[in-house]
Nanobody, 121 residues
Framework: QVQLVESGGGLVQAGGSLRLSCAVS????????MGWYRQAPGKQRELVAT???????NYAESMKGRFTISRDNAKNTVYLQMNSLKPEDTAVYYC???????????????WGQGTQVTVPS
């Protein structure tokens, strides 16, 4: 099985920074795209950023210029550097990875259990 474990969440004041990490482990043939999503109470889960295996990043509009996604393929890890944090960034942040377990099997999406980020007003 494939597991994703997030870390790095916590409480930070507005304008501060946090760096989230997500490590993928298990039976992995290859990992394609990876990403970060977030979900605030009472809201739908939304895209934060994605990154291809080759390092091409894509961001939701509200995160552009503040958040940076990166990955280390040798470590099967994706990161999210969050700067200039705002109260509206408060949410549970989930990592996602498209993982192929075997070469002749379809790719599947896997999700971590989430890490809490809190930015008080």
């Amino acid at each position: 099985q494939v597991q994703l474990v997030e870390s790095g969440g916590g409480l930070v004041q507005a304008g501060g920074s946090l760096r989230l990490s997500c490590a993928v482990s298990g039976s992995i043939f290859s990992i394609n795209a990876m990403g970060w999503y977030r979900q605030a109470p009472g809201k739908q889960r939304e895209l934060v950023a994605t990154i291809t295996r080759g390092g091409i990043a894509n961001y939701a509009e509200s995160m552009k210029g503040r958040f940076t996604i990166s990955r280390d393929n040798a470590k099967n890890t994706v990161y999210l550097q969050m700067n200039s944090l705002k109260p509206e960034d408060t949410a549970v942040y989930y990592c996602n990875a498209g993982v192929k377990i075997m070469s002749l099997r379809p790719e599947s999406d896997y999700w971590g259990q989430g890490t809490q980020v809190t930015v008080p007003s």
